[in-house]
């Protein structure tokens, strides 16, 4: 797997460790892993043929991509699934006060990169400046996920990665350098393995129906009918499992059913098998049948799926907790609530706001994972006036004339179409009345979720978003439609009704939006992110200002994530494409000219082979690939087309031999401004209200595309030299030079990003987490803020401008009382200042007052 080119650089800038930190430990470069091997639907070169039979892979949100692991227990072998492991003490009393991180470092775990590996970090994490260490999914998954979001076993944690006791240690090594650990949770979902029996609790349920002790655990619908065979049962009190492909027979083998390597109990009197392509009986994650929702609302199904973590949290093993998807909940404040009551420490939920959406005020959580910050900061650095013109090149190059709202609305009715059936078909059930106005008030929601409790008065907002939703859908529909009957009944009729209506709007935005829409337009791909709207092109300042005023202290904010569509330097550089898109334009038209494919999928292959460059065809491949079938406009991951997908390669080794060089030249005449956007967003995220993560190896630049090419390994004994390097110049520097020194002028971009990185989060250390935001005039081409009276931060945007204008003349930014120090050039200043001359060497500026 290539990693970013790291250029020479001379020698770095002085960088002072923070207070009382020793140097770094030594600690063993790991050695050469194995290749992480292809996303599941990611074929590698040639592409195979599929076996007979073979059931296509299930593909969900870019969140999860779950693996289809055959396991090694038959169906007899299943431990008893009421058994508690010894691990699990009693749970623990209610919480008192709890501590926010000061920043939090994410680190995605997998079979080969285990507690064990993190812990020989401790060193370099503690003088990064880091206080907590962030880790995706711990229980017990599939063996060979490298995700972790496929959780098997709530009753441990994952053995691949080192157990109960290797977590122990790692927390007992992090504890000695001060830092603590925060854990990524999955309420929403259990996997379905393959073979089955890989889940106790699901093969009880399969084998003892609703007599099984786990009967309450999974949201299935007994009543499904079944699939036309003339069996007479009707829905019979069986779940539908869709595994059936096109070839192959189920065969009884014992007291097991196996279906190629699926395997399930005799007989079958709970469940029946369908086609792979149909619904599935039970609530699941978006539109992978193989995650089968939990009913954590049931108190009894919250303890035992909750009972080891808490338990970490008891022993002070786990001081933080992060929770996933709570939008597919059946009520996520009842479940945030009983979360911190019985946990008691900082949570934040991975909610999904748009536009001017905010976290609903009833959650008992900390905030939010950083996705609406995340694309504020993008739209402060992206020029409005390059919208017009980005927004024409892109209809040339596609054939698209649709604004991004139409595209919108037709991705979600299609995909309601394609995937929905299943719940569609339960949630009219319960809501009764016309099915099509159902659909199309689906399809009209704009958010994830309207937050309508049953038994309760609807909040007014909640109220006014499926209203107009129904305004907009009674416009699709016949005249005489019942639009207001069916938004009261969601809104206030059965308890049923109002839940599944939320619990259904979510996979529709997700699978509608994040995975259709936003791979169909895409005029400046940068703004095409989780939660983003791409057709708002930048943003003022004094609106992010606002933004960030209102921020609470202990919410999240980041700018890579494992779901990001692309990391953060690939979006500062696609940024810098809103201030030149005419010289953006004949580059496009030259690499066209010269290799094409298909105008839905080239102009996005352009943006990100140059935003990504230096790429290699094969994860090149993997990303458009994926970007393909997401599309829908000619594959899909139900639908295959090797023809298509021979072509996607053609086109990329074409494009890589052919382009390579031009790419490669475009990309490095847009690095100076690239560069300083880069440096600017990170230094804002860092210098926010709220808690800063950094997705691993982003302290460095990162050109990473959606996953799975950004939970490739990170080269972190490069980051660990760096940071050594860096530390022992400055132990030899005077730390108060009056001028930055010689060093610091020729600071390569990584080194850049790991200087503010580690400055940064030190100061974090000394500032009150409450001080306020404090907005300061700088002018079009700079944002600048203080917290309290103790931090200022200055970054440059829209450097393209700026330097067109005859760079920053005479404007001046007027300091708060004091003296106040540049923490990366050591140079004091007071009062009013040339930007000029704060600005000279590096696009951003960090200042703390003595």
């Known amino acids: 797997m290539s990693e970013p080119v790291i250029q ?5 800038a002085p960088l002072e460790p923070a207070p009382g930190i020793v140097p770094p430990e030594s600690v063993p470069e790991p050695g050469p892993g194995p290749e992480p091997a292809p996303g599941p639907g990611m074929p590698p070169d040639p592409l195979p043929e599929a076996p007979p039979g073979a059931v296509p892979p299930q593909v969900a949100h870019d969140e999860i991509l779950p693996e289809s692991v055959p396991g090694t227990r038959a169906g007899g072998d299943v431990p008893d699934p009421l058994a508690f492991p010894e691990e699990v003490p009693a749970p623990p009393p209610s919480p008192g006060s709890y501590e926010v991180p000061v920043s939090t470092y994410r680190f995605q775990l997998t079979p080969d990169f285990g507690f064990d590996k993190v812990a020989e970090l401790s060193p370099y994490l503690r003088d990064l400046g880091v206080s907590h260490v962030y880790l995706s999914p711990i229980l017990q998954a599939v063996p060979e996920s490298r995700h972790g979001y496929d ?7 994952r053995e691949e990665f080192g157990g109960v006791e290797g977590l122990r240690a790692l927390s007992a090594t ?17 996997t379905i393995p393959v073979p089955e029996s890989g889940n106790a609790q699901l093969w009880s349920v399969l084998k003892d129906g609703r007599e099984s002790p786990y009967a309450s655990w999974f949201d299935i619908d007994w009543s499904v009918e079944g699939d036309g065979d003339g069996d007479g049962d009707g829905g019979g009190g069986k779940v539908n499992m869709p595994v059936l492909g096109d070839s ?3 065969v009884a083998d014992g007291d097991v ?16 098998l369908v086609d792979w392509r149909r619904g599935p009986g039970y609530r699941r994650f978006f539109d992978v049948s193989s995650l089968i929702g939990v009913r954590v609302e049931d108190p009894e199904v919250f303890d035992a799926t909750h009972a080891v973590i808490l338990s970490l949290v008891e022993e002070g093993i786990v001081q933080g907790l992060r929770v996933d998807h709570p939008d597919g909940l059946a009520e996520p404040r009842g479940y945030l609530s009983r979360l911190r009551e019985r946990s008691g420490v900082w949570t934040v939920a991975e909610k999904i706001l748009v536009g001017s959406e905010r976290l609903p005020a009833d959650w008992e959580c900390d905030g939010t994972t950083g996705y609406e910050t995340l694309n504020r900061i993008t739209r402060l650095f992206v020029d409005p006036a390059g919208k017009e013109p980005l927004v024409e090149l892109f209809a040339l190059h596609t054939g698209v004339r649709d604004g991004y709202a139409a595209v919108v609305r037709e991705s979600k009715a299609e995909v309601l179409d394609l995937f929905f059936d299943a719940e569609i078909d339960r949630l009219h059930a319960v809501v009764g009345s016309d099915r099509r106005t159902l659909v199309e008030l689906l399809a009209a929601m704009p958010v994830y979720r309207a937050y309508a409790v049953p038994g309760e008065p609807v909040p007014e907002a909640s109220a006014a978003i499926v209203e107009e939703a129904g305004r907009v859908a009674a416009g699709r529909l016949p005249e005489g439609s019942p639009v207001a009957e069916v938004v009261e009944r969601v809104l206030n009729g059965p308890a049923e009704a109002v839940t599944r209506f939320q619990q259904t709007c979510g996979p529709v935005m997700a699978k509608g939006v994040e995975d259709t829409a936003l791979y169909r337009w895409y005029p400046l791909s940068c703004l095409n992110e989780v939660g983003g709207e791409p057709d708002r092109f930048g943003g003022s300042v004094e609106e992010f200002h606002a933004f960030c005023r209102e921020m609470p202290p202990g919410t999240m904010t980041t700018l890579s994530t494992h779901d990001t569509k692309r990391s953060e330097d690939v979006r500062a550089r696609l940024a810098v494409l809103s201030e030149l898109p005419g010289e953006w334009a004949a580059a496009v038209g030259e690499w066209s000219a010269k290799v094409s494919f298909d105008p839905a999928l080239d102009y996005l292959a352009w943006q990100n082979l140059m935003a990504s460059w230096p790429i290699g065809p094969d994860r090149f491949f993997d990303y458009l690939f994926k970007a393909a079938r997401e599309a829908k406009t000619s594959i899909s991951w139900a639908t295959p087309d090797p023809a298509y997908e021979r072509g996607i390669r053609d086109f ?12 490669a030249e475009f990309a490095a005449r847009i690095e100076p401004y690239a560069r300083s956007n880069s440096l600017g967003q990170k230094l804002v995220q860092l210098m926010l209200p709220g808690v800063p993560d950094l997705y691993w190896g982003n302290e460095i630049t990162d050109f990473s595309l959606v996953d799975p090419d950004n939970r490739r390994p990170v080269d972190f004994p490069l980051r660990r030299r760096m940071l050594s390097a860096a530390q022992a110049h400055a132990s030899q520097a005077h730390p108060y030079e009056a001028h930055p020194s010689p060093a610091t002028s020729r600071l390569s ?3 850049a990003k790991l200087a503010i990185t580690a400055r940064a989060l030190d100061l974090r250390r000394r500032l009150d987490p409450e001080a306020p935001y404090v907005p300061i005039e700088a002018g079009e081409h700079a944002i600048a803020f203080a917290r309290g009276d103790r931090a200022v931060t200055v970054a440059t ?10 760079g920053w003349g005479s404007s001046t930014l007027i300091l708060p009382r004091g003296t106040w120090r540049d923490l990366l050039s050591g140079t004091e200043y007071t009062g009013r200042i040339p930007l000029a001359h704060l600005l000279s060497v590096h696009p951003v500026a960090l200042l703390e007052r003595d």
Not at 797 to 806: D, F, K, Q, Y
């Open 8 to 12: 020479p650089v001379p020698e770095p």
């Open 151 to 157: 959780v098997t076993d709530h009753s441990r944690v």
């Open 174 to 190: 992090l504890a000695q350098h001060g830092i603590g650990i925060v854990v990524d949770i999955v309420p929403n979902h259990m």
């Open 248 to 250: 192959g027979e189920a």
């Open 257 to 272: 059913l196996r279906y190629h390597d699926h395997e399930f109990p005799l007989p079958d009197t709970h469940y029946r």
């Open 652 to 663: 990329v080794g074409r494009a890589v031999e052919e382009c390579g060089a031009s790419v």
């Open 749 to 751: 971009w990584d080194e």
């Open 797 to 806: 945007r829209l450097p393209v401008g700026l330097e067109r204008s005859g």
